[in-house]
């Protein structure tokens, strides 16, 4: 154990060093520090608060998410200006099939109407639309536009808008431990190669970066079981906009609090490899 003289050595030597970041009218600075800005490679969104904004204008639920469907488009434009290469939109939790069937089956048809008016653009700004959940349990009609949509934007090299529909974290999990383990009795892979790389291949996002950032609208703090393996390391955004009134300043703005963050970490980070 060292002697007080070592102790008091050791504090006066940190704080010359945190000292340094200060100036003399108080100020921070940091000296000899320059920041790239890097924009978020994959931003995932919870788009929460249609039935909310319905209710509040006087509207039927329903109303609230053909509402929120025009938000979708609004995003597109800004995905292009920070070089966002994936989009990741919970548009149908698993959960979602517990409300009224009148409901369930307007969100059906929404979905429909969603990629009969915007396939034509999402083609056009070369963007590929891919979906993430559990497909085979979804009506016919729409299995089949989606495949159709899926299939016509196949070989487009732009951004990645992909669809979280019929989605569930846990089932995503619970279906990648699933199929391991089959091909773990087939003999197609061994035990001993069961890792966290091995189960993140074995996820519906298997073919894509994890989300750097995630945004939740309509002010809940819950992830409400979406993408809970791939978020473990997201920076987390939440407003209490509603979704139908997130628009692109407000995006915009939500980028940029996600820069200050990572500005922020680093000077945390410099801090640290300053003070010994």
């Known amino acids: 154990m060292g002697s007080f003289a070592d102790f008091y ?5 940190r704080l010359a060093v945190c000292r340094s970041f200060f100036l003399e009218n108080g100020s921070f600075f940091v000296p000899e520090m320059s920041f790239e800005e890097k924009y978020p490679e994959h931003v995932a969104i919870i788009m929460d608060g249609n039935r909310r904004w319905a209710r509040k204008h006087g509207l039927r639920p329903v109303e609230g998410h053909r509402a929120g469907m025009k938000s979708i488009r609004l995003l597109f434009p800004i995905c292009e200006e920070f070089g966002i290469k994936v989009l990741t939109l919970y548009a149908f939790s698993q959960e979602n099939w517990m409300r009224p069937k009148v409901e369930t089956t307007f969100l059906m048809t929404l979905l429909i109407e969603f990629l009969d008016q915007q396939i ?3 083609f056009e700004k070369n963007i590929r639309l891919l979906m993430i959940g559990n497909m085979e349990d979804l009506p016919f009609l729409v299995r089949q536009k989606l495949k159709k949509a ?3 934007t196949s070989s487009n090299a732009g ?4 669809l979280a529909i019929n989605y569930g974290g846990r089932q995503d999990i619970l279906q990648a431990v699933n199929r391991i383990y089959k091909n773990i009795e087939k003999g ?3 035990k001993s190669s069961i890792n966290n790389e091995l189960i993140s291949r074995y996820l519906y996002t298997r073919d894509m ?3 750097d950032f995630l945004i939740r609208t309509s002010g809940e703090k819950r992830l409400s079981n979406f993408l809970l393996w791939q978020s473990i390391e997201s920076e987390i955004y939440l407003t209490k906009t509603l979704w ?3 628009g692109q300043d407000d995006f915009r703005e939500a980028i940029n609090k996600y820069l200050d963050r990572k500005k922020q970490g680093k000077i945390y980070a410099c801090i640290e490899k300053k003070i010994p």
């Open 120 to 122: 034509a653009h999402i």
């Open 150 to 152: 899926i299939q016509r």
């Open 159 to 162: 951004m990645k808008v992909v």
């Open 209 to 211: 970066p994890n989300p």
């Open 9 to 13: 050595e050791i504090f006066f030597e």
């Open 244 to 246: 139908p009134d997130f």
């Open 188 to 190: 197609l892979i061994p």
